[in-house]
């Protein structure tokens, strides 16, 4: 385990569905991240939190929303999803937004949209 | 446990320099090798690696895949400032991707 734990490991849902995704980390760490990686295409940067305020939010569809309710939990609150949205989610977490600490990743919710 | 340990965690050499970044993997069901660089929030993504002794090449970094060794190498020749990163492993296998810890790699002027 890498300290980042995330759930649910799968999950499918139709496109009218709504679902959340929990990331969870027990590393003392103060900013966390949601990325999105599609199949054969690098990771793309979604939300990310410090200290619980979201700090930067790369134009992702309102259909996600995240939500840090403390500096230990992250959540992606999924809704009237595409088919296209279908890819892995990872959470990553680090000791502050400085790069010089590096990144704790979870291993990914996978996600289908049907 | 599927886990993938990268070597060394840190690393600092001078400009012009050659490095060796090292990368091993004990998992299940194994897909594919990726090496990322990190400098700012978003990894940036260099080589994805499935079959084994096939060296990729991108400018003055290559990369290969020992299968048998369940490892596999990053190289970096004539290193610049701009080279100084975290460089991190990841194996997609059982429909999930497992990072390493990365390596922190400086390079002094």
């Known amino acids: ?114 | 446990e599927d886990k993938v340990v990268q070597s060394p965690l840190s690393l600092v050499v001078h400009e012009g320099d050659t490095v060796t970044l090292n990368c091993s993997y004990e998992v299940t069901n194994f897909r594919s090798l990726l090496w990322y660089k990190q400098e700012k929030k978003a990894p940036t993504f260099l080589f994805m690696l499935t079959s084994s002794g096939i060296e990729k090449k991108s400018g003055r970094l290559s990369s290969i895949l020992d299968k048998k060794e369940l490892s596999s190498i990053l190289n970096i020749t004539a290193t610049q400032t701009g080279d100084s990163a975290i460089y991190l492993c990841a194996v997609e296998a059982n429909d999930k991707i497992i990072f390493g810890k990365g390596t922190r790699l400086h390079i002094l002027p």
Request: overall charge neutral.
């Open chain 1, 1 to 114: 385990e890498t300290g980042v734990t995330q759930t649910p490991r799968h999950l499918v849902m139709g496109m009218t569905n709504k679902k959340s995704l929990k990331c969870e980390q027990h590393l003392g760490h103060n900013a966390m991240y949601w990325y999105k990686q599609s199949a054969k295409k690098p990771l793309e940067l979604m939300f990310v939190y410090s200290l619980e305020e979201r700090v930067e939010n790369n134009s992702v569809p309102s259909r996600f929303s995240p939500e840090c309710p403390n500096s230990s939990h992250l959540f992606l609150h999924l809704h009237t999803l595409q088919p296209e949205d279908s890819a892995l989610y990872l959470c990553a977490s680090s000791q502050d937004l400085r790069i010089n600490y590096g990144y704790t990743f979870g291993s990914g919710t996978r996600l289908t949209v049907v």
